[in-house]
């Protein structure tokens, strides 16, 4: 019986049946991983370079307003850089002004993406801030 591929590692880590961490065996799952460790490593975070996201500085921008744009901008970073073949279908950022269960000085983001060139491939990662 032939193996799966084995693309990247699913966090968090765990024992898996294919080898010694589960893996991920598609693209969309692998993708995903690689968009969701992209935003929530922060820019410097790493030592071999400079991967990352801007978002943990955001949510102490002054106002709502300027943390939903600087939010959007610097997704739109992101996926200019290390995603150009996604496209950003949906971006929508709650503040605690719009759901209670949003702690101080934290955001809920909700983004839905697509594969360019691939009709109906889309997926969403949801992450607080």
Not at 5 to 34: S, Y
Not at 35 to 51: A, D, F, M, S, Y
Not at 82 to 111: G, H
């Amino acid at each position: 019986m032939p193996s799966l591929p084995q693309i990247n590692f699913k966090l968090p880590l765990n024992m898996g049946d294919l080898g010694p961490f589960d893996m991920n065996t598609n693209t969309k799952d692998a993708v995903r991983e690689n968009l969701k460790l992209t935003i929530l490593t922060t820019k410097g975070e790493r030592v071999i370079n400079e991967v990352g996201s801007k978002y943990q500085f955001d949510v102490f921008t002054q106002t709502k307003d300027e943390v939903k744009a600087a939010i959007t901008d610097h997704t739109n970073e992101i996926f200019n850089i290390y995603f150009p073949f996604l496209n950003i279908e949906s971006l929508e950022i709650f503040t605690q002004d719009e759901n209670n269960a949003i702690e101080d000085n934290q955001v809920y983001v909700k983004l839905i993406y697509s594969f360019k060139g691939v009709e109906g491939f889309t997926d969403q990662i949801n992450f607080a801030i």
